[in-house]
């Protein structure tokens, strides 16, 4: 029973690093990918037709 304590017990801290590693990378992966969806529209600009029209009607 001791030896399963001490393979346990220096097999612990390496799984939980790892496990924190791979949490993070997939995070951030995540997160890179969550700005490259083509579902995500940038603003559209709506052209300013009141000043368009008045130099327009100058010229």
């Known amino acids: ?3 399963l304590t001490d ?3 220096a ?3 390496p799984a939980v ?3 924190a590693f791979i949490f993070g990378v997939v995070k951030l992966v995540r997160s890179e990918a969550a700005g ?3 579902n995500r529209q940038a603003p559209v600009e709506k052209p300013n ?4 029209s008045a130099e327009s009607s100058q010229r």
């Open 7 to 9: 393979v346990l017990s």
């Open 49 to 52: 037709l009141i000043g368009k």
């Open 17 to 19: 690093v790892g496990g």
């Open 1 to 3: 029973m001791e030896a």
């Open 36 to 38: 490259r969806r083509p």
């Open 11 to 13: 097999l612990i801290p």
